[in-house]
């Protein structure tokens, strides 16, 4: 169930829609493609109303989770079907999708049927199968989430790339917070059929507007405080603040805590705590670490810090970024 | 996963009860068809092909056999026009009603065949329902006669009788397609009726393979119909063979055609599968 949700898709832009499952995500999809049709609201595209239009008179077309590629056709009637059906003339219909399969890369299995290809193989084919008719936007529903780690990274960097070059808008819907950020333009995200925050990844990541978003994407501290005189008062810390009089909210990346330095400036908040868990990531090492008064932080090191010791951490007053409470929803 | 003595014990009751009331028949039918009769009504065991000779030289079972094949082609289609969007119905629109439509379909198998085709009878009779509503009304003067007793009343008693056995393999079929084809056909700007020829009516062809060889083969072996409503110029191959077992006592002959019609079927089945094996993709 969708509520109150109101997004506007520039042209060759790449949106993501990003959610949970049950946040809404494919239903707002499909009320874009017009399989499903929402009980109230209007969609547009450019000077025209789509909401009232069938789903084939759309120029939208879409990419299945599952492909949905027909059983009965090989890759070239597959991806021949919206131009045969549009009656498009023959010499034409030859040329476009021998570009579709040379673009996706699949010109060596256009005699065969989606059944002989593999997974892989048959997303690109789905991909080829909506780009051959130019829709102005693209919709694809979790299109990776079938395939294995590794193709999946693949696959997110060839998307984007393919999109940059048809500059068509694609709208894509992933659950996969990482799979967002890298491929995105911009971010929705969605949670409970609302949308709690639409901007850049970069923004988003930065300037996360509810605690739900800090904690969706990446991770975070979310620190709980009362804003009194322009100072605010979270636990044992205090620091510098503009907002105004009252509880407040902030979110605090792992990143921005660093081990505490001497030459470090007067506005930098510290606090001590002893490491009580140690992950190690590659090149950072996520540390958990107990603070007075029950505060646990999680702070990204380079490493070298070793469970058990008591150190000293700081951040600057401005990293801790003010966000909206996320109320509890259904 | 089972033991030998349990899976002996298992399949060996089945595996006698078929041998010894389908297989030791079908023996005897053979020896039979190869046998001979006396003018004084004597079956007599010489081994020769005199049955098979007759079959192919009297144009009298020609003739009967092609009719009862053009009946059953007759019926066939109809009962697949009727039977082809009735499944569509049920399988794409019938939504909640779904589950009650599909036992309306099922239930008239329950009622005896023998009722359904006197019912036919008082309907279609020179007293019956149809004649003396269409006098009533005036569109007729006198009773239609060709209504009942002809290969009319048969072919619409079979179809209306073998419908079912069309819908129920069709329907399966297209609850088999996955509703996402159906999406995707409509979202890259198929209309509804393109997406049925395109996408629908290719993938449903096994169901309509397997219904249109039920109807088929269902009717064309039937002799209750005929002998009910058929009248002289509705006898079928069937009705041949039963009075060559009853009282024109020539089993030999009745043998020979039921070995034909055998091999007939034998071989449509065989046809069916083929088809059905080349058009499903999963």
């Known amino acids: 169930m969708l509520k109150n949700v109101s997004l506007e898709i520039a042209e060759g832009e790449f949106l993501t829609i990003l959610g949970e499952s049950g946040s809404g995500k494919t239903t707002l999809l499909r009320i874009i493609a017009g399989f499903e049709t929402a009980t109230s609201g209007e969609l547009w595209m450019e000077s025209e109303r789509l909401d009232h239009q069938p789903p084939y008179r759309r120029r939208v077309n879409t990419v299945f989770q599952s492909y949905a590629l027909f059983p009965h056709l090989t890759v070239e009637e597959n991806v021949a079907y919206g131009l045969r059906v549009a009656k498009r003339p023959a010499a034409e219909i030859e040329q476009r999708v021998a570009e579709a399969l040379d673009k996706v890369k699949m010109t060596a299995y256009a005699k065969s049927k989606p059944s002989k290809i593999s997974g892989g193989q048959q997303q690109r084919v789905a991909l080829a199968r909506a780009l051959v008719n130019r829709p102005r936007l693209l919709l694809l529903d979790e299109p990776l989430s079938a395939l294995d780690a590794n193709l999946r990274r693949q696959m997110q960097v060839e998307l984007k790339s393919l999109q940059r070059e048809v500059g068509i808008a694609f709208v894509f819907v992933t659950h996969d917070q990482e799979e967002a950020m890298v491929m995105s333009d911009r971010i929705a995200l969605l949670r409970s059929g609302e949308l709690e925050q639409i901007a850049t990844p970069r923004e988003i990541y930065n300037r996360p507007a509810t605690a739900y978003v800090a904690q969706f994407i990446g991770h975070t501290n979310l620190l709980k405080g009362e804003v009194r005189g322009g100072v605010v008062n979270s636990g044992s810390l205090t620091w510098q603040t503009t907002l105004p009089d009252g509880p407040a909210l902030f979110s605090l990346r792992p990143e921005q805590l660093r081990l505490a330095q001497n030459d470090a400036p007067r506005t930098a908040v510290r606090v001590r705590g002893k490491v009580v868990h140690q992950a190690f990531h590659g090149a950072t090492e996520l540390i958990r670490v107990a603070c007075a008064d029950g505060l646990v932080l999680i702070a990204r090191t380079a490493g070298g810090v070793e469970p058990g010791s008591v150190i000293e951490l700081e951040f600057s007053a401005s990293d801790a970024i003010p966000v909206r409470e996320s109320a509890e929803r259904m | 996963m089972f033991s030998r003595t349990y899976k002996t014990v298992v399949t060996l009751p089945p595996l006698l009860w078929v041998s010894l009331f389908l297989l030791v028949p079908y023996l005897l039918m053979f020896c039979y068809s190869f046998w001979s009769i006396t003018p004084a009504q004597t079956i007599v065991h010489s081994w020769n092909f005199d049955n098979y000779k007759e079959l192919l030289q009297k144009t009298v079972y020609w003739q009967t056999l092609l009719r009862s094949m053009w009946i059953a082609a007759r019926v066939m289609l109809f009962s697949l026009l009727l039977g082809y969007p009735l499944a569509c119905f049920l399988s794409f629109y019938a939504g909640k009603q779904k589950d009650l439509l599909y036992q309306l379909v099922i239930i008239p198998l329950w009622v005896s065949y023998l009722v359904r085709a006197y019912a036919w009878k008082t309907i279609l009779g020179s007293d019956g329902v149809l004649n003396t509503l269409l006098q009533y009304v005036h569109l007729t003067k006198h009773p239609?006669?060709?209504?009942?007793?002809?290969?009319?009343?048969?072919?619409?008693?079979?179809?209306?009788?073998?419908?079912?056995?069309?819908?129920?393999?069709?329907?399966?079929?297209?609850?088999?397609?996955?509703?996402?084809?159906?999406?995707?056909?409509?979202?890259?700007?198929?209309?509804?009726?393109?997406?049925?020829?395109?996408?629908?009516?290719?993938?449903?062809?096994?169901?309509?393979?397997?219904?249109?060889?039920?109807?088929?083969?269902?009717?064309?072996?039937?002799?209750?119909?005929?002998?009910?409503?058929g009248g002289p110029s509705g006898i079928m191959i069937s009705n041949i063979v039963v009075s060559l077992f009853g009282a024109a006592y020539n089993w030999p002959l009745g043998a020979a055609i039921s070995l034909g019609m055998l091999l007939i079927v034998v071989s449509l089945l065989f046809l069916s599968e083929r088809l059905e094996k080349k058009w499903s993709f999963s």
Do not use: C, M
């Not at chain 2, 329907?171 to 049925?196: C, K, M």
């Not at chain 2, 397997?210 to 072996?221: D, H, Q, R």
């Open chain 2, 144 to 229: 239609l006669e060709f209504l009942l007793y002809s290969p009319f009343a048969v072919v619409l008693t079979l179809t209306h009788i073998y419908t079912p056995f069309t819908i129920l393999p069709i329907y399966a079929a297209l609850e088999h397609i996955p509703r996402n084809l159906v999406e995707a056909s409509n979202d890259l700007g198929a209309t509804p009726a393109q997406t049925f020829w395109k996408v629908i009516l290719p993938l449903s062809i096994p169901g309509v393979v397997a219904g249109a060889t039920f109807a088929f083969v269902l009717s064309l072996g039937d002799f209750l119909a005929p002998l009910l409503l």
